[in-house]
């Protein structure tokens, strides 16, 4: 196995190297700046912090957690180091085989290199490329407000997301994605302890003169480690999941299901429309997107022109264009979170956390929900006009 | 046939256009991989000189490493080639066009070269973008060579010789705005990639239009070869848009708002598989074999080492010497 740091024979390169050198400074060498994690400006700046108080919070967390190019893991994290490694910075290999960068290979192109959802191909894409910062992960095993485990998110990545752009890596070993999901995580940890040390601000005393204390009682005991206990307890807070009877009439249950789908109790109806082509109602957002709208109308009736003006500008660079969130189309046989009976129990038991879909947990019986997810399955198979709809309705007739 | 009658500088041509066909797949395959740092050292691949590292660990090493070395391998063979046309060239070639052009393959394939050294040893996207671009330009200078070492050239032909220059222009053009997509920085924002996905797409539809009225031109008044060439580079580029949605749909799925929901794919896009690489490599071999076409096309029609070309040409003919 060959090492980077071998000896070189430079002594007969030397012509070679001296030449590239000196094509590259005509080329423009060095206007690629290295990698750096861009602020949340958007947070910032709804929190009103000055320009010192964003200089301050860049500079705890480049202590805490260093950069793109060279991630620091402390301790309380729980994460390991010598994964992260393996996906920050640029693409390459330092022994045959070994590739670093592999989070700039594979997520920054839509995910951004600070895992904010906001990399160069993100306007394109719908729904928009998730934001890791806020902590809030659709696709779980646990309860709705609570971190996805370390399967759950080995899980999204080995099969990606049928009806997005999130692709599957099951091409990729498993030590890769074992480190690509340390890396998300170390990413979202930043992130929210980004969130919570710009909101600290609101909280601050007078006698603080508007910094922040930069104490590792405050930085780490207070805002980093319950962050961090939240992402290495998500294993604690799985959903439990009664058995499906084995000897169950399914008929019977497509039927139970289908009453609770249109009843009050269940109201699947509200959203995803009689019809379960998701056609109900449908003008509502995600809280990523809801978050922009509704800062964007505190902007619009803010008297302060200075700060409405920078608000804008934020709003320009650093947010995407919100977009409704449609209700899933029942029909179509496609299920983001996993097409096992098992993925639409947790999606029914739990809601979808961070989508409008609700939790059924402590309003529809557990059994119930075995019942919802079996009718929910039978849909893309269901007659053509049983509903008086004039699609197609079963999905083998879409092509 | 006699030694004396073999056309070596068309021969040699054509050895590198080969070479560099292959090349360019190498790189393009490359750059779909991110396979450009699979080494980190240059000119020497992991401390071993290029020509002596072990055949067998790279033929069965990673695959990374397979595709990196092999281009560099690839790239030496190409400039060794272009040295040996040069020379040919200089030697038994008396067309100003051909050996000028030789004398400018030298210098690129020297530049491109240095390029991708430094490309490696800067670790820079910069750089990477300006080797994409010199790769096709290489390229399209052998394609020149090739071609007009073949036989004399056309006659300049006034007007209609406008229409495949700036086809070929336009098709160069629109490798280079697909260099930027392709090598693009993780740090840029949506709106910059928005803006170069849109410059791509002006490009295709200039390309496509000017092929088409220069088929439509050339039909008219062009020889019969030119016809041929026309009408070819109107199917290529055909085929080349239908691989262009594939290779956006290959990386980010179906674009939605533009076709019904219901034609989303049930199963997930799969990163790193065989067809996703085939389509998206695909797409840019397609576009060097395009541009690579347009300059055939520009000097059938005359308008590439044209008028003095031929009279040139004609006076080597009669000498004797053009073969020699």
Same mark, same amino acid.
């Not at chain 2, 700036?166 to 910059?192: E, F, K």
């Given at each position: 196995?060959?090492?980077? @740091? ?55 967390? %480049? ?30 290999? &330092? ?6 960068? %592999? ?27 998730? @934001? ?40 990729? !070993? ?29 909280? %601050? ?6 910094? %922040? ?7 780490? &005991? ?86 409405? !003006? ?7 660079? @650093? ?81 | ?122 670790? @820079? ?63 840029? &924002? ?135």
């Amino acid at each position: 196995m060959h090492r980077q @740091d071998s000896p070189m024979k430079v002594s007969t390169n030397q012509a070679g190297i001296l030449l590239a050198l000196v094509v590259a400074v005509c080329a423009g060498c060095g206007t690629t700046p290295p990698a750096s994690f861009r602020a949340n400006l958007v947070e910032a700046t709804k929190q009103r912090l000055t320009p010192d108080q964003e200089r301050q919070v860049a500079t705890i967390l %480049l202590a805490m957690f260093g950069t793109p190019d060279d991630p620091v893991a402390l301790p309380e994290t729980g994460l390991d180091e010598a994964k992260l490694k393996l996906c920050a910075g640029p693409v390459r290999s &330092d022994i045959v085989g070994r590739k670093n960068g %592999l989070y700039r290979e594979h997520c920054a192109h839509c995910h951004g290199i600070s895992g904010d959802g906001m990399g160069p191909t993100a306007a394109f894409l719908n729904p928009y490329p998730r @934001d890791y910062r806020p902590g809030v992960f659709k696709f779980k095993s646990t309860e709705r407000a609570d971190k996805p485990t370390h399967g759950d998110l080995v899980r999204i990545l080995h099969n990606g997301i049928p009806g997005t752009s999130m692709p599957s890596f099951a091409l990729l !070993s498993a030590v890769q994605v074992e480190a690509l999901v340390e890396y998300v995580k170390y990413l979202s940890i930043r992130g929210e302890t980004e969130l919570a040390l710009v909101r600290q601000y609101f909280e %601050l005393d007078d006698d603080a003169q508007g910094k %922040l204390p930069e104490t590792r009682e405050f930085l780490v &005991d207070e805002v980093l480690t319950p962050i961090a206990e939240r992402w290495n307890g998500a294993a604690d807070a799985r959903i439990a999941v009664p058995e499906m009877p084995a000897d169950i009439d399914m008929m019977a249950s497509i039927a139970k299901g289908r009453e609770l789908f249109y009843g009050d109790k269940a109201n699947c109806v509200k959203c995803h429309g009689v019809t379960a082509l998701g056609d109900g109602q449908a003008n509502d957002y995600d809280d990523w997107n809801k978050a922009i709208v509704e800062w964007r109308k505190e902007v619009g009736g803010d008297k302060d022109s200075d700060w409405v !003006s920078k608000a804008n500008r934020v709003l320009a660079g @650093d947010a995407l264009r919100p977009r409704t969130i449609p209700p899933r189309n029942l029909r179509h046989g496609i299920y983001r979170g996993g097409r096992r009976p098992l993925d639409l129990y947790y999606r029914i038991h739990a809601g979808i956390n961070g989508a409008p879909m609700p939790a059924a947990k402590g309003t529809v019986d557990p059994q119930d929900i075995w019942h919802i997810v079996n009718y929910i399955r039978s849909l893309p198979y269901e007659f053509d006009g049983e509903l008086g709809v004039d699609r197609p309705m079963v999905a083998k007739d879409r092509f | 046939m006699t030694s004396r009658s073999l056309n070596w500088t068309h021969l040699v041509a054509c050895l590198l256009v080969g070479v560099t066909a292959v090349l360019l797949s190498f790189g393009a395959l490359v750059t779909t991989y991110e396979a450009a740092m699979a080494v980190p050292d240059w000119p020497a691949t992991y401390g071993h000189n290029m020509f002596l590292f072990p055949w067998a660990e790279w033929l069965y090493g990673p695959w990374d490493l397979f595709l990196e070395h092999g281009h560099r391998l690839l790239g030496a063979a190409a400039g060794m080639v272009t040295l040996v046309l040069a020379a040919v060239s200089w030697r038994s070639d008396i067309r100003p066009a051909v050996r000028w052009l030789a004398l400018a393959a030298v210098g690129l394939v020297i530049l491109q070269g240095a390029l991708g050294g430094a490309r490696v040893l800067l670790d @820079d996207k910069t750089i990477a973008k300006v080797h994409a671009c010199t790769g096709p330009l290489f390229f399209a200078v052998a394609v020149a060579i090739a071609t007009l070492s073949r036989r004399p050239a056309a006659a300049a032909a006034g007007s209609l010789a406008r229409l495949p220059v700036a086809l070929l222009v336009a098709a160069y053009l629109q490798l280079v705005a697909g260099a930027q997509l392709r090598h693009l920085d993780a740090t840029v &924002d949506p709106s910059t990639f928005h803006t170069l996905v849109g410059l791509h797409i002006l490009g295709a539809v200039a390309v496509t239009v000017l092929s088409v009225v220069s088929a439509v031109v050339v039909s008219e008044n062009g020889s019969p070869a030119a016809r041929g060439w026309s009408r070819g580079i109107v199917v290529l580029v055909a085929v080349q848009m239908l691989l262009g949605a594939g290779a956006w749909m290959a990386n980010w799925g179906l674009p939605s708002g533009l076709l019904p929901e219901s034609w989303q794919w049930s199963e997930p896009l799969r990163a790193r598989s065989l067809g996703n690489a085939a389509v998206v490599t695909g797409h840019v071999v397609l576009g060097m074999l395009i541009l690579a076409a347009t300059v055939v096309l520009a000097i059938e029609a005359g308008a590439i080492g044209g008028a003095q070309a031929g009279r040139e040409a004609g006076d080597g003919l009669a000498s004797g010497r053009v073969f020699a």
